[in-house]
């Protein structure tokens, strides 16, 4: 069972992972600092969460020296296609249109910094979508707020309930933290 013995700080602004943590009976605290959120070409969709994740705990390197830092990443993949956040409601349901009826993945990166060491893990979820119409589309894109999110949706949203059909994997993790895989990192750490 984790102890918890440092405190934590939290890099993220995400409420869904601040949720999690806290359903993890982690303390914590949330700090914020911008960083850029570029990866290189030719990372593999693993790689890109992993980097991603690894580039936001190397702005804590001061942070790190009292505190646990927890950063994490999260991607969708379609046909070898990144779907960030989309730029607006034009694109949001672009990339929905794109997941209606098929099959994606969601990758999300972690990493653990304490001073000098630094964990960093992914999990990988297949989620498989039925077919939405575009009235569902522009009532999901109207009534919940897509552009904070991967692949313009979340899970825990009206629209995982009528269109994910399954998942293969963490449910968490498409969330934005594989709660499961956390917990057994921090213990190790």
Known sequence: MYKQKLPIILASKSPR???????????????LKEVDESYPSELLPTEIAVYIA???????IEDRSSNIVITADTI?????????????????AEMLSKLSGTNHQVYTGVSIAYGDQLKSFYDITEVFFNVLTKEQIAYYIENYN???KAGAYGIQDWIGFIAVEKIIGSYTNVMGL???KLYKALSEF
């Open 178 to 180: 594989p709660t499961e």
């Open 76 to 92: 969708v993949s379609y046909n070898n296609e990144i779907l960030g956040k989309p730029d607006d409601a034009v694109h949001a």
């Open 146 to 148: 897509p552009l904070d």
């Open 17 to 31: 992972r601040q949720e999690l943590m806290t359903l993890m009976g982690l303390n914590f605290k949330v700090v």
């Open 54 to 60: 690894e580039k936001k705990a190397d702005a804590f």
